[in-house]
């Protein structure tokens, strides 16, 4: 059974940083990508960040130059850094693989940013 255990989210002051992590265990196959995503309350879920088999990244444009994601392939997970963090990055950010045939997505992690 796959699993993807999210950590690291909090409360952070504005300006602070953190760093999530994501841990896949389990059997899985045919990774194509490793995101970050977050949902806001009232809002829908969106990208924060992802990055594909190959090493490439992909942010969305409210993190970008602000965020830096990054895998190990060796210990199956990804890890997301982010700094100068903003009220506006509070929300529940959830890990997702992507593989050929099938989403997985972890359970979340609150981050709240207060000013």
């Known amino acids: 059974q796959v699993q993807l255990v999210e950590s690291g989210g909090g409360l952070v002051q504005a300006g602070g940083s953190l760093r999530l992590s994501c841990v896949v265990s389990g059997s899985i196959f045919s990774v194509r990508a490793m995101g970050w995503y977050r949902q806001a309350p009232g809002r829908q879920r969106e990208l924060v960040a992802d990055?594909?088999?190959?090493?490439?990244?992909k942010y969305s444009d409210s993190v970008n130059g602000r965020s830096t994601i990054s895998r190990d392939n060796a210990k199956n997970t990804v890890d997301l850094q982010m700094n100068s963090l903003k009220r506006e990055d509070t929300a529940v950010y959830y890990c997702?693989?992507?593989?050929?045939?099938?989403?997985?997505w972890g359970q979340g992690t609150q981050v709240t940013v207060s000013s």
């Open positions: 990055i594909t088999s190959g090493g490439s990244t």
């Open positions: 997702r693989v992507t593989t050929s045939f099938y989403d997985y």
